[in-house]
């Protein structure tokens, strides 16, 4: 069982498809998750036997799959996403969040063929075996690796379903940016702050920021730019796009049972949602009446 689609019962299972993509396979069909697939922790081990090579067996696999996601949405070649999902991430204690490489707008099956030895690559890197050390993980990596048809992101989220600063679960934390979301998580822009309120999804406290740098799709992969200077005091979201946010992360708290940590994204005015994990750090139990809207 080396390539399971997201939405298939198999790819629920974090042994065989890691975290990352386990999960968003259980909310694909509720939620607008991006159309994709994995290849399993099987393909690793199958890999690892090559030395992280793609042996033709599977190569031909991965080649079906991209046709196929290619005729789902419409276009040839499409753009995708390559992320790594490690058996044992976003758990409740460690998330492995950034440990594991990531490779954005990659067109064409020899490009994706490349991206997915490098994410398999990644898992051994010094900083991903000393993060694993960190947290006690013994066992020895086994990463999946997810590919989804790319959101162009006109604006991205890093979202909290409790506030993380303050302890606060009656309120939603979001960041918000220009776009793909990579900027935020890479902490290279100061993203706009909202805090919504959990009961009528309405905004208790807004900040918006000088936003300078936004990561865009270029030819071959992405890249960081000057955000237009027109667009860096404007704010990301209006308040109907932070609420339609802050609903997708509550709702998301409710099926789960626990609070999330999410990544999502606007394209063209529609909401996508591209990662959810549990928030691995909170603080105690705390309602917050937050002060009014700046």
Partial sequence: MELLWLGHPDAHRAALVGGKAAQLSQLTGQHRVPHGFCLTTAAHDLAMRHQHSLPESLYQRLAAAYAALAEHVGQGNPSVAVRSSAADEDGATASFAGQH????????LGPLAHAV???????YAPRALAYRRQHGVETPPRVAVLIQHLVAA???AVVFSANPITGARDEVLINASWGLGESIV?????????????????PAARHVCEKRRMTVSVSGGTREVDVPQALRLRPALNDAGAAEIAGLAVALEAQLGWPVDIECAFEQGTLYLLQCRPITRLGPLRLHTARQPA
């Fill in 101 to 108: 490489e990531t490779f954005l707008n990659i067109r064409g």
């Fill in 117 to 123: 030895r490098r994410c398999w690559e990644s898992a």
């Fill in 154 to 156: 006109d604006v991205s």
């Fill in 186 to 202: 890479g902490g290279t822009v100061t993203p706009d702050t909202y805090i919504v309120r959990k009961r009528d999804l309405l």
